[in-house]
């Protein structure tokens, strides 16, 4: 969608009323409060509502809540109502963006061929609206317009998720074994608020303030997502953010023309696996990932038999390792050097 986007950067400010801030009082209308109703509800903000009118758990974030299912229906078929409304700008959109064409038709007609065709068909749909979504959002908002109301949105939840887990601990926080103390917002498990934390840290640090207002807005997004981050406790997007704050200058390094492409090439590739290797340096590290995917891991499990599962690494890593994955019954291999 990146063309999309600049398509919609080159547009004059002047016939398009939505290019503002997310402050600015021009231009609050309805379809203003519409898209931060939608992003609160794609970043998972909204969690805790669909709970309580659906009486479903926090960790549910399934497609089975009717409330978000209903919510999920309305907002991407008013979001292609609009994108309809200027077809003429999104005709152009995807006449730029052809390979937006597979994402609205490559999974539909990938149900001739499933062994569920109607769990396809659902998810087929939603892909189709959230691309419209996405059509809709590039033909109404520059870079920087989205990147402030994205900046925004996130600052809300945010927020909310300081007071819900203050106010509300027994919501807000997680007491079982593994997380007990761990932060978890309004966003539903300490992983998801993690993974918003470092979302928002980065869409920040990309906004560049036009007005005193917005500068504040960007100081207080970095500060709460900091803060969120560390008693998240996520330790997995710990080292996500770590990697990003090592791969902003390796991206600027890629762009610069007075090093050679093969070398620039190395040095970034170098780097990705050197983060790749710190994340998993040791059996720590393997254990606090396998906690973050036990649900999922569980579910599998359930529905297909585990045949065989291999381990390797350094010896010492290993023998930390066997007492917690003897349940798994995996096949251990020693490296050497």
Known sequence: MTDAIKTASTAPATS??????????????????????????????????????GGAQVEDRGDSNPFRFGLATLLYLIAGLLAFKSVGKTLELLQKNPL??????????????????ALTFRRAVACALTTVFCIYLAGRLSPEGLLKRLMFTLLLGGVVSIFYSVLLPQYGMHFDAANDGAFRGIYGHKN???????????????????????????FLTLSVFLFLLAVSKSVTNWFIMLGL?????????????????????????????????????????????????KAMLEVALSMAELIRIEVHGPAAQLEK?????????PEWFVLHG
């Open 192 to 218: 998801d608020l993690g993974r918003v934390s470092v979302i928002a840290i980065v869409v920040s640090y990309f906004v560049v303030p036009s007005n005193q207002t917005e500068r504040l807005y960007r």
């Open 245 to 293: 704050v090592g791969f902003v200058p390796m991206l600027a390094l890629l762009r610069s023309e007075r090093l050679s492409l093969p070398l620039r090439v190395l040095l970034v590739l170098s780097f990705g696996v050197g983060t790749i290797v710190l994340v998993f340096v040791n059996a720590e590290a393997l254990l606090e990932h396998l906690g973050n995917v």
């Open 321 to 329: 390792l066997k007492g917690p994955l003897a349940h798994l019954n």
């Open 16 to 53: 398009n009323r939505w290019m503002t801030g997310p402050v600015a009082k021009r231009g609050h209308d309805w379809e203003y409060w519409y898209t931060i109703i939608a992003l609160l509800f794609i970043t998972g903000a909204l969690t805790p509502l669909f709970a309580i009118l």
């Open 100 to 117: 937006a064409f597979a994402l609205l038709v490559l999974p539909l007609v990938s149900t001739i061929w499933s062994v569920d065709p």
